[in-house]
């Protein structure tokens, strides 16, 4: 009896060990053919991604099924369950719906692709990368390296906007408001030459915008404020994280500019009045 239990336990180990090998594999593999498609062949990693998970999860799954099947007392156990199968399967519906509803928005994801790895995504008030796709979870880096775990049932009821679906390119709205008494017709110059020289600023016009003479950098007044005339410049660049800096950039330049040549940006004026004593009481 001690040695049917010997050889029991060594062949469970074995298929525990055999399943932790083998799921050390397929993310080995997995890992290389990820690399290997991103860095060589610049395909999308995003469904190699999310198989690998899939089946690593099913390697697991099913190696602990058939370590736990060699176990007498749990085939005895697996036959009780089986007896009972219809209200385990009602309360395993209720208690893995979110797990499941989770699962399915991974797998429509990943069909539709809303987003990719390496997308720039904005969700509310959250900005950052996607870095993985899971069973569970999205894996999103924002821009202080922090790591957000959104389940994937959530993203996919959220209003999302990625930064790289369609085309990469961004425009960014320059906006100024000048004082009433400035020059507008050198303050528009000004915006339009310092967009037009950043090294990060690109021509988005089409070859029929430019065969119509259409200006490569469009500026123009866009409201008069109470103490402002506001001007706005469109500037385009290849991709979110350069139209960032190009936005940071312009903003210290033309302000540079715009103090060197007299054009005064206007900040808000308030007049207080204070009500004083009766003159009466003053003189007393």
Not at 143 to 150: E, Q, T, V
Not at 166 to 180: A, N, P, Q, V, W
């Amino acid at each position: 009896m001690e040695q049917e239990d010997f050889i029991l336990m060594g062949t469970v180990a074995g298929i525990v060990v055999a399943t932790i090998v083998l799921a050390y594999l397929v993310n080995r593999v997995f890992r290389r053919l990820i690399r290997r498609s991103t860095d060589i062949l610049k395909n999308d990693p995003t469904n190699y991604q999310f198989l690998h998970h899939t089946i690593t999860a099913l390697v697991y799954v099913v190696g602990f099924s058939l370590a736990l099947y060699q176990i007498p007392s749990m085939r005895t156990m697996s036959s009780s369950i089986l007896a009972g199968a219809g209200i385990l399967a009602v309360a395993a519906g209720f208690a893995s719906q979110h797990a499941l509803g989770n699962i399915i928005s991974g797998i429509f994801i990943v069909i539709f692709k809303p987003f990719r790895i390496g997308d720039r995504l904005r969700i509310r008030d959250l900005f950052g990368t996607v870095e993985d796709i899971t069973l569970r979870h999205t894996v999103i880096r924002d821009f202080h390296n922090d790591r957000i775990l959104i389940p994937n049932s959530v993203i996919s009821d959220e209003v999302i906007v990625n930064a790289d679906f369609g085309e990469d390119k961004t425009c960014r709205h320059l906006e100024f408001g000048i004082s009433y008494d400035s020059d507008i017709d050198r303050a528009k110059q000004i915006m339009r030459e310092e967009v037009m020289k950043h090294p990060l600023h690109i021509d988005s016009r089409s070859p029929e915008q430019v065969m119509n003479g259409d200006p490569e950098v469009v500026v123009r007044v866009i409201s008069l404020g109470d103490s402002s005339v506001n001007i706005r410049a469109w500037a385009w660049a290849n991709n979110y994280m350069d139209g960032f800096v190009l936005n940071c950039d312009l903003l210290e330049s033309i302000k540079k500019r715009f103090d060197k040549e007299g054009i005064e940006i206007p900040f808000p004026h308030r007049t207080l009045v204070q009500k004083g004593k009766p003159v009466e009481m003053q003189k007393k």
